[in-house]
């Protein structure tokens, strides 16, 4: 069993993926080649953006909308420390001073509650996190930044297609930014991400910034990046864009299924997903005690996990000096508990139900026997 079953996937749309890379081999237009315009219009069409711009990464593009926002060094932006590296990476690297902000326990999205008290002089942006791929309070917290006259850029990376109040993620804010990570929602074969946005300006920033800052052929107006998305890239996007909906139908399905069967296994908490919202499930996450042990059991079974995040950012050596007022103990005890299970469109039933199984079993066996790493989460819990 593949914890992400990107071999199921390529199979079904080999034919179309094949031809899309064999014709970007024939034309030869490698950088900026037609098929990057195509799967512009798309994905703008797609989450009902007005502008796309795709890029290199997710991480890029998170890097592209701090840059168009012309942000000053020492200026603050508000984020979650419950998250992958790249986020508060990323603000760093724009000069920036990452402002971590508490999540909500039962969703693991930052509580937007906790944001406006944060707010300073320097706060210039927000950048929440929709994770595992559900978005988190996009209209608190652009009602927030509308008060205070910040920007919100929306770190999309997980939740590509997931809908907020019948819109689409990515289309919520002064900039949504996402990744074509391989096992990410929308996946391409290498690295890949997007840039959406309404506003014309910020669109041409960071079309700009994209290509060195260039507003022409070697006028280099602003500081830039290499960071374009790969023709070839596009084409594997454009191709699986074919069965994307029949994918996020799948998601929900097997999310819905793992709720269902899990809410008879005792122990195993689920992340909530609200009911103004859905979840594209970049990850299916539970959260368990005694998770080291849980997590080898499942292992000994043979059924691939994963933990995001194990340590949050205001923990990590790089981003412990940004540690601020906000304590984040709510994060510091949902790392100690989080567990992703296998999860793609192509997940069968059988393999569900023994995934479902075995953690039963693992549950079972670490509730009748405490061990040492049992009592250790049970003290950070
Ligand atoms: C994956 C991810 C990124 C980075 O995307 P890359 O395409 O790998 O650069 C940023 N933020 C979050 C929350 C992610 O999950």
Redesign the pocket.
Known sequence: MQFTDLKAQYAALKPSIDARIQRVLDHGQYILGPEVKELEEALARFTGSRHCITVA????A?LIALMALDLKPGDEVITTPF??A??AEMIVLAGCRPVFVDIEADTCNIDAARIEALVTPRTRAIMP?S?YGQVADMDEINAVAARHGLAVIE?A??SFGAVYKGRRSCALSTFGAT???PS?PLGCYG???ALFTEDDRLAQAAREIRVHGQSARYTHTRLGVGGRLDTIQAAVLLGKLERFDWELERRAAIGARYERLLAGVAGAERVVVRPDRNSVY?QYTVKVAARGEIQAALQAAGVPTAVHYPKPLHRQPAYAQHAGTDPCAVSDREAARVLSLPMSADLTEADQDRVVEALRQALKAAAGSPSPAAGAARVTA
Do not use: H
């Open positions: 990464s997710g991480t890029e998170l998250t992958f790249a986020t996190v994770l770190d990376a997980q990744s074509f990570f990410k690295d890949g991400g970049a």
